[in-house]
């Protein structure tokens, strides 16, 4: 219940920066059945502020967005091209630069399929079965939200580190785990273990048991069930899941800056990459590469908006 | 769609697959160098590619030399560490990577090029700042990182420590005026070059206590008409040092080229290239010519004034130390 009064009030805040969204959007999925029958009367109730308090409101948020988030960006895309179209393009193409693309794209997919797989499994048992240490298991989900990115990485420096728990037993064996791509792994899929789950788990929960119980009475193995009616249920909000995994394991910086060893043209990211250059007064290079992150942020931004949308219609559709 | 994707597919498809060489090095190395082993080693592939035939290729690590230390410590399968200072390799040394002797593996305490610490001040010199007396005065911000993590800090540390004990004649005062240097400190950055960003870039402070060669990169890379470089006349002779991990050399069967990739330091074209790049020759003929590149400074040891890395380390950086006792104050 708390994580899903957490999710709900996380869409909320978001939404409230969008004044026009039809409130019916703009209620968290598990309101929204309550809450439907009312809209007009809230929307109405909305308006009853004053015009130069909702103008004033309304100016307040703009200008907010401007500073923190509009500035930024446009800052980060100015000084990429600020020595023209060819020294951008220049700076990706260094073997640095494909390296640490090739590197990040090579670790999101890893995190991300291998995370898409638990969250289902996870929100699949804690959202159809009821078991001891359910409040457990999804507490530890959470940790990784918790843990600062710094101490997650050094967890993996003790645990796999040469003086760390299995230390003496890799490097008898050769193995490299830490400073190397399975290293950077780990620490990756460590920190977003929790995207896809959390963002299944409401949605299973609301859903119910009442189709898959249908399914199996009809006779539906248990295979069936999850990839013919579990699974296009939860369509939508898996991709949401993914997508934020997805851009927080191509954004990390530090837990992998712990165990990336940071070789040049090996165990660099590009968030990693990005610190180097602006230190090494390469501010083009830098910003070039910072905004590939941030054309990442841009589509992310795009398709999980495209995604919500569907997310609600979905969720409309089936409550009819 | 495909059609746009697929050059950039293809770029990150041939950087995969860019040509083995013969021999891969890894050296860990500090932050300031970074441009330095640039030309370092293009240098000594060519050389060691004209001499055996053999192609070599060199990876570079670079940060702060404490935590390169102790990533190498943790794993990292450095085959040489070019660190900031002589206790770093020695704390790899205790852990059994490299042999307890290897200061005297090579000449000149396996420091083949030396640097000191100066003063970078914005252009005009605003504060008057001409020697280590002038850091203590009242609204003159220094900014140096911190030598708890970095391993330039600890030479600028040692560098007014020494200059007060040389000046005051007991190490009483010598400590009064260190916690005096440290209270006009306004942030101490994790580096040596994060603070020279803190410094160049952010604008923040009147005067960064830096390694010679960085002072000399950051008034390259911004103009002498920002910065102007003051060096007091008298400061410390830093070695930043060099060893084979022979642990991990051992095991990868790198040793030779990497006992020669060190070795090469020691020629002529090496000593030219540490001359270029503003770090203090070692080689007499190499240092004469490049006299007039580097200020006139009396230049006092770590062995001098502190008998060794080891006992500084213990004295001043250990947890409850002197630098914990003044900066706590």
């Given at each position: 219940m708390s994580l899903q009064s957490n999710l709900a009030s996380s869409t909320t805040q978001l939404r409230?920066?969008?004044?026009?969204?039809d409130l019916n959007v703009a209620s968290p999925p598990s309101q929204r059945e309550r809450v439907r029958p009312h809209t007009a009367a809230s929307k109405r109730d909305l308006r009853t502020e004053p015009r130069p308090i909702r103008f004033l409101i309304v100016a307040l948020a703009l200008l907010f967005l401007t500073v923190f988030v509009v500035l930024p960006l446009v800052v980060v895309f100015a000084s990429a091209f600020s020595r023209g179209i060819s020294a951008y393009f220049a700076a990706l193409s260094e073997p640095e630069a494909l390296s640490a693309i090739q590197l990040t794209l090579l670790i999101a997919a890893i995190s991300v399929s291998l995370n898409l797989i638990f969250g289902v499994i996870a929100a699949w048992a804690i959202s159809k079965f009821d078991f001891a240490g359910k409040t457990f298991l999804i507490t530890l989900i959470d940790l990784p939200f918790s843990v600062s990115p710094v101490i997650s990485g050094l967890v993996f420096v003790l645990l796999?580190?040469?003086?760390?728990?299995?230390g003496t037993w890799l490097q008898a064996h050769n193995i490299?785990?830490?400073?190397a791509v399975p290293g950077i792994a780990l620490a990756t899929i460590f920190v977003t273990f929790p995207f896809v789950a959390r963002a299944l788990i409401p949605l299973m929960q609301e859903q119910g048991t009442q189709e898959e119980e249908a399914a199996i009475s009809l006779g539906a193995s248990g295979l069936q069930t999850f990839f013919r009616v579990t699974l296009p249920n939860i369509k939508w909000g898996l991709l949401y899941g993914v997508l934020l995994c997805n851009a927080r394991a191509m954004g990390e910086f530090g837990a992998v800056s712990v165990v990336s060893?940071?070789?040049?043209?090996?165990?660099?990211t590009m968030p990693l990459l990005v610190e180097i250059l602006y230190n090494e007064y390469q501010f083009v290079a830098s910003f070039a590469i910072a905004s590939l992150l941030a054309m990442l942020a841009l589509i992310t931004l795009v398709v999980k908006t495209i995604l919500e949308r569907r997310l609600d219609e979905g969720q409309i559709v089936s409550d009819d | 769609m495909v059609r746009r994707i697929l050059p950039l597919v293809a770029g990150l498809l041939w950087a995969s697959s860019a040509l083995a060489a013969d021999y891969s090095l890894l050296n860990v190395s500090y932050d300031p160098t970074r441009e330095l082993y640039v030309d370092f080693n293009k240098a000594f592939a060519a050389a060691y590619q004209k001499e055996t035939g053999k192609t070599v290729e060199i990876k570079q690590s670079h940060g702060g030399s404490g935590s390169q230390a102790r990533a190498v410590i943790d794993g990292?399968?450095?085959?040489?560490v070019t660190l900031a200072l002589a206790y770093d390799v020695d704390a790899v040394a205790a852990?059994?990577?490299?042999?307890?002797d290897w200061q005297k593996r090579l000449p000149q305490n396996a420091a083949p090029y030396t640097s000191t610490i100066v003063f970078l001040v914005r252009k005009g010199n605003p504060k008057g700042i001409?020697?280590?007396?002038?850091?203590?005065?009242?609204?003159v911000a220094v900014i140096t990182p911190n030598p708890k993590t970095s391993g330039g800090a600890r030479w600028n540390y040692l560098a007014a420590w020494g200059y007060a004990q040389k000046k005051f004649g007991s190490a009483d005062k010598a400590k009064k005026f260190v916690a005096d240097l440290y209270q006009n400190v306004p942030v101490l950055d994790t580096g040596a070059r994060g603070s020279t960003v803190t410094f160049?870039?952010?604008?923040?402070?009147?005067?960064l206590l830096a390694w010679e060669n960085e002072a000399f990169l950051a008034q390259r890379e911004f103009g002498k008409d920002k910065f102007e470089i003051v060096s007091p006349p008298l400061s410390i002779l830093a070695e930043p040092p060099l060893a084979v991990v022979d642990a991990i050399a051992d095991k990868k069967g790198t040793k030779a080229v990497a006992e020669a990739y060190l070795k090469y330091w020691y020629t002529r074209e090496g000593q030219e290239i540490a001359a270029r790049n503003s770090y203090r020759p070692r080689d007499p003929e190499i240092a004469k010519e490049y006299e007039k590149s580097f200020a006139k400074v009396e230049l006092f040891t770590i062995d001098d004034v502190f008998g060794g890395w080891t006992k500084a380390q213990k004295e001043?950086?250990?947890?409850?130390g002197m630098f914990d006792q003044i900066y706590k104050n």
């Open positions: 409230a920066y969008a004044p026009k969204t796999f580190g040469a003086q760390g728990f299995f490299h785990i830490l400073f060893g940071h070789i040049r043209g090996q165990t660099n | 990292l399968q450095a085959d040489v852990k059994g990577l490299i042999a307890p001409k020697d280590w007396d002038d850091l203590i005065k009242p609204g160049v870039e952010r604008g923040v402070g009147d005067v001043h950086f250990a947890e409850g």
